[in-house]
């Protein structure tokens, strides 16, 4: 019996956590000595226990579970993800993806991932960023901006924020009354992102700082935008006013402006190879 290797087996483990089967030809990177894993952070918040090694993302469960203790996998989140890609190649595909944790509040996580993507003999490697957050209460729904922070207050910070208002101008549309309305007409408009503006903009938030009793949001924009975020001032919701004030003291959780000190650099890397034909 062929030996798995380290990588095969971590993705044997997630795709048990998975409410789906994996790509059955994963297979690990040819000739690639794995580092040692480093912890970059490790805490808990709003009660759920929180990992963030060079290797992994991961949060479990509260309370603890014995049947389901992982709530969330950056790699088997890599792996859905990875595949649905894979899934329209005819050729070998090397995916890379550098998994950033760029805030963590409550029960919000917030990520950045960097992903790139190779298939065939070409030379072309095509990429993209992406921000989003989880909410650990419902780890397989993707929470909005509005979910935390009242619509009008949101819509009112999104049309006073630049690029957004010089192009809302510049469309000589009317002003939308809602932010689905908002985000639809950005959508169907190149003003802003020059290929097509995220219909998923409102998951795409992180925390950066806190100050009297505000919160400036960063909502992250792909590549081919005029600006790479778009930032928003936002008053802290009473019932959240302990978890924003616990992440800012770095007591359960950190905020975006303390990342790069407790990053330092590291990324979680995480590599997934499809093969379509024999070899590896």
Known sequence: MKRLTPLVFVIALACGLLPISCMPKVQPPANVQSAPMQVIWSGSSAGYPIRW???????????????????F?????????FSEAGSTQTSNCDF?????????VGPWLSLQHDDSMHCGN????????????????????????????????????????????????????AQPQTTAALVALLANSKAVCGSMFPKDFLNRFAFRQVRGGQVLVRLGL??????SEVLVWLPVPPAQTRSFAQAAARKQGFLLADQPAIAKGRTTTILYHLRTTGGS
């Open 96 to 104: 890379e993806r550098r998994s950033t944790l760029l805030s963590v």
């Open 73 to 81: 996998s950056d790699i088997g989140l890599t792996i859905l993800d």
């Open 53 to 71: 090694t060079t290797k992994e993302i991961s949060a479990t469960a509260n309370p603890p579970s014995s049947t389901r203790p992982v709530i």
């Open 222 to 227: 792909p590549a081919g935008c005029k600006a």
């Open 122 to 173: 070409g030379t072309e490697t095509t990429q993209r960023t992406q921000a989003l957050a989880i909410d650990l209460t419902h780890p397989k729904r993707r929470p909005l901006l509005t979910e935390i922070f009242s619509e009008r207050a949101v819509l009112l910070a999104l049309l006073n924020a630049p690029p957004l208002n010089h192009t809302l101008t510049a469309l000589h549309a």
